[in-house]
């Protein structure tokens, strides 16, 4: 059974810090022969304004969730 991988960009929201801006998120949509749902991989937040302030905030996009923390200018998904 193989995996089948699509590299998509999406509508996401940044929810956190007091702020809930528009941002793209950049993945791989993982589709597994056997399941009913697909799954994201490799996860890459961008065009979010540069000026939010470092801290922790909810990714939301595709009806999903993702705790991420900005830190130093970065995005990491936790």
Not at 3 to 17: F, P
Request: proline residues 5%; charged residues 25%; contains cysteine.
């Amino acid at each position: 059974m193989t995996s089948l991988r699509e590299h998509v960009v999406l509508l996401g929201y940044l929810m956190g810090m007091d702020r809930q801006v528009e941002c793209k998120v950049s993945a791989f949509e993982v589709s597994l022969p056997d399941g009913d749902s697909d799954d994201y991989a490799l996860v890459m937040i961008s065009d979010a304004p540069k000026d939010l302030p470092d801290g922790r905030y909810r990714l939301i996009f595709d009806g999903r969730v993702i705790p991420v923390q900005r830190h130093n200018g970065a995005w990491l998904v936790l």
